[in-house]
């Protein structure tokens, strides 16, 4: 199955919390005025019953009250349903509503309505509401910025610049500040009067940060004649946003550019060149990194010829496989030529070459010691032992981890190796076994591997009858690491333990384990400074403009640091379906969440990080293929964030993150027809999803072993079992050489417990 990892670093974390495309920021690509006027026709036809002639209503209080409140919220979701006819039903119903309130509620019925009508690109009606919608006093500054969008998006260029400009001068520090800009300088263009553009990109300035501002300066530049700035602009953001999909525009620009400006074309220094040639290496765009790299080859001199004749080579290495333009590249400075080896390495590990890596190594160390950074070295010896922990060759794997914790006992995956190196000899029942586990707390007390000590050696206490040693190493776990796997392992054996047991002495390395880190309160008050945008924040939410909230929270959360404001963001991003930045957001307020009690946290807290969307599929297919509901949706959790469109790098998609081929063969199983795009639809998806999983179960025989499956693959997982007899599940999780599958495993079944202690009451 899918190698979709869960675990958040901090580079992961931020781009999980950034990647979020705001509610304001969708749907605003121009249509040709032909199409236009052909749907608004066909709109006029088909509303010849619209639901503005819908029967009268009994009519309501004029003021609003708690009921029509929750009324209009529960209408304005519903209208965002993906089932058109129980968004149609709403639409009508608010319609009708619209007309007998006044107030708040009828101005904010009337922005939900507006966005109903705007995302079917019904642009007439949406214009109507949203001008009506411009009373709140609230959320007027939305319902003019989405009328600017539509007259955008409808290709009305003069009433969008004037919407736009009206919106940017009134808030100037809205949070749509920026989408707001983009749309008004491309509709700048569009009316032929780029210097507007030009005049309120300089402006801002957050311009200079933002590939899309930057591409539309540029084309606003290009549009009013100034060709030298246009160019600048297109290059920075070719050369500084590489992975941006403006890149790909600035780069035709800049071709324009050249060619019109000829020898008077401002050319990039080579600094900037070197940059975006190093971004898309870094990120295995090997193809489009070989061409700028090969173009810096032919124009450089010196070591930077020598680093890109490297990186050509590299990149053709990864292309074709081979190590041929890497053998037949002669460098003289040491350190690149360790890189070339290095890459040598890689081919030949891909190639399981055991000998050609051994010896790659062996001229990276000589190379070491002729005064090359001993960085590479130390990453190959790594990598190697890498590849022998993987084929299950834990005796090889351990002399190389042991040569780099002798070259660099500190180093960023010194943890990883000298955790091996003790579970080694623990699986070999070494006498030094416990020696090397509390080295492991001694040496990298704020390591990951901390509970896995803390629990194998209290097993390793328990087999030498040492039953208060045991007690103490087992306390210390379930309390510091309240809610995760080994944790609960560790209350699972405090069970068994003697009731009564010596006092357990002194065990020093206890103390060297850090505590865990304080949490501020999450229900402060919300500071005064930002109470504008807190009440602004509650009304869009009150509409099912999720994304919007979530915004405001988060800016009204960073100028004023007040907890609840980010707890709000968390829930907003829950209520817009974007659980795993919920999931982000929550964790930045409360960092190590699972080694907390769950006590000791908001159950609505824990329900934002352990969200259950899809509750009643899960419980059915559960309930259909005899499997644990908390474990499928512990599963869903890991593998998807419960998107049911995600589709991993491998390929696999939907909620359960069904492959292809899988799905393929296990629709015939169960009697389905197959198609790849069906996969993205939840019912489809946990209906194959399920059975395979079953499938596993039945086929492995626990839990553990049918994850590793899922996550790894049944052959490996085969292997696995076969190496060696385990004496317990937690042995044999402990044991997968895999550093993401056996989290996986480990995160699943934790996962599956905190839900069932969430959910199944309720």
């Known amino acids: 199955m899918s190698n979709y990892q869960r675990r958040f670093p901090a580079p992961l974390l931020l781009a999980i919390l950034l990647s979020v495309t705001p509610l304001a920021a969708v749907g605003t690509q121009k249509r040709p005025a032909a199409h236009h006027a052909a749907s608004h026709a066909s709109a006029q036809t088909k509303r010849t019953t619209h639901p503005r002639a819908a029967k009268q209503i009994p009519a309501t209080l004029k003021s609003p ?68 919608a411009r009373r709140d006093p609230v959320l007027g500054r939305y319902a003019l910025y989405w009328e600017g969008l539509t007259a955008d998006a409808a290709g009305q260029d003069d009433d969008a610049v004037a919407l736009l400009g009206d919106f940017l001068r009134q808030y100037p520090d809205s949070v749509m500040k920026e989408p707001a800009l983009a749309a008004f300088a491309d509709a700048a263009v569009g009316v032929k009067q780029p210097e507007r553009a030009i005049a309120a990109l300089h402006a801002y300035s957050g311009t200079s940060d933002s590939a899309k501002l930057l591409l539309g300066l540029a084309l606003a530049e290009e549009s009013a004649g100034d060709l030298s700035a246009a160019a600048r602009d297109f290059e920075t953001v070719y050369y500084r946003f590489p ?52 173009q810096l080859r032919d124009s450089v001199t010196g070591v930077e010829h020598d680093r890109a004749a490297l990186r050509v080579a590299e990149c053709d290495a990864q292309i074709h496989r081979s190590t041929a333009a890497l053998e037949s590249l002669t460098l003289t400075d040491p350190t690149l030529d360790a890189d070339r080896w290095l890459a040598i390495f890689l081919v030949y590990r891909a190639h399981d070459d055991q000998d050609g890596m051994q010896a790659a190594v062996a001229e990276m160390t000589k190379l070491a010691a ?14 190697m032992g890498n590849y022998y922990w993987a084929h299950l060759k834990r005796s090889q794997a351990v002399g190389y981890y042991t040569l780099l ?24 029942n070494s006498p030094d076994a416990a020696v090397q586990i509390r080295a492991q707390i ?31 190493y087992y306390e210390k776990l379930s309390s510091r690491f309240v809610e995760t796997y080994f944790g609960r392992l560790a209350r699972q054996r405090l069970g068994r333990l003697r009731a009564k047991a010596d006092a357990p002495g002194v065990l020093p390395v206890l103390d060297r384990i850090p505590p865990i880190p304080p949490v501020s309160p999450l229900a402060d008050d919300v500071p005064a400074s930002v109470r504008s945008q807190y009440e602004r924040a509650q009304a869009l939410h009150s509409i099912a403009f999720d994304d919007s909230a979530m915004l405001e929270f988060r800016t009204a959360y960073q100028e004023s640091k007040a907890p609840r404001l980010l707890v709000d963001a968390a829930r907003a991003a829950q209520d817009a379906k974007h659980y795993l930045t919920g999931a982000a957001l929550v964790r930045l307020l409360v960092p190590d969440l699972e080694s907390r009690p769950l006590d000791a946290v908001p159950a609505d807290i824990w329900r934002i990080v352990y969200p259950l969307p899809y509750a009643d599929l899960i419980r059915f297919y559960s309930r259909h293929y005899d499997i644990d509901p908390m474990l499928l949706a512990s599963l869903i959790r890991q593998e998807s964030g419960f998107q049911p469109d995600a589709v991993s790098s491998a390929g696999a998609i939907g909620l359960a993150q069904v492959e292809p081929y899988t799905g393929r063969k296990w629709s015939h199983k169960v009697h389905y027809w197959y198609s790849r795009r069906r996969l993205m639809d939840p019912r489809y998806n946990l209906r194959v999803g399920g ?19 899922y996550n ?18 937690a042995e044999f999780v402990e044991s997968i050489p895999f550093s993401q599958t056996r989290h996986y495993v480990q995160v699943v079944l934790n996962g599956s417990v905190i839900y069932r202690r969430l959910y199944e009451a309720h």
């Open 65 to 132: 009250t708690a009921a029509q409140a929750r009324e209009l919220e529960t209408l304005a979701r519903r209208m965002r349903d993906p089932n058109k006819h129980v968004a149609s039903a709403a639409f009508v119903r608010l319609t009708a509503l619209n007309r007998q309130w006044t107030g708040p509620q009828h101005d904010r019925a009337a922005l939900a309505l507006g966005y109903y009508d705007y995302s079917r690109g019904q642009y007439a009606y949406a214009r109507t509401w949203f001008r009506s």
């Open 243 to 294: 992975l941006k999909d403006q890149a790909r525009d600035a780069g035709k620009g800049i071709d324009r550019m050249r060619a019109a400006l000829g020898a008077k074309f401002p050319e990039a220094p080579t600094a900037d060149r070197i940059a975006r040639a190093q971004a898309l290496f870094e990120n295995r765009r090997w193809r489009d990194a070989r061409v700028d790299w090969a």
């Open 370 to 383: 002729a005064g090359a950074e001993a960085e590479t070295v130390n990453r190959a010896l790594f990598l």
């Open 405 to 428: 914790l002798g070259r660099h006992p500190a180093g960023e995956e010194a943890a990883t190796a000298h955790w091996r190196i003790a579970w080694t000899a623990y699986l070999q």
């Open 442 to 472: 001694d040496n990298y007390p704020d390591s990951s591997y901390i509970p896995d000590a803390l629990y194998w050696l209290g097993n390793l206490a328990e087999r030498s009858d040492n039953i208060a040693a045991a007690r103490a």
């Open 691 to 709: 059975a395979y999983f079953k499938a596993l179960i039945q086929q492995f025989g626990s839990p553990e072993a049918a994850l590793a499956a």
């Open 712 to 729: 790894a693959g049944e052959d490996r997982v085969n292997a696995w079992l076969a190496d060696r007899h385990y004496d317990d599940p």
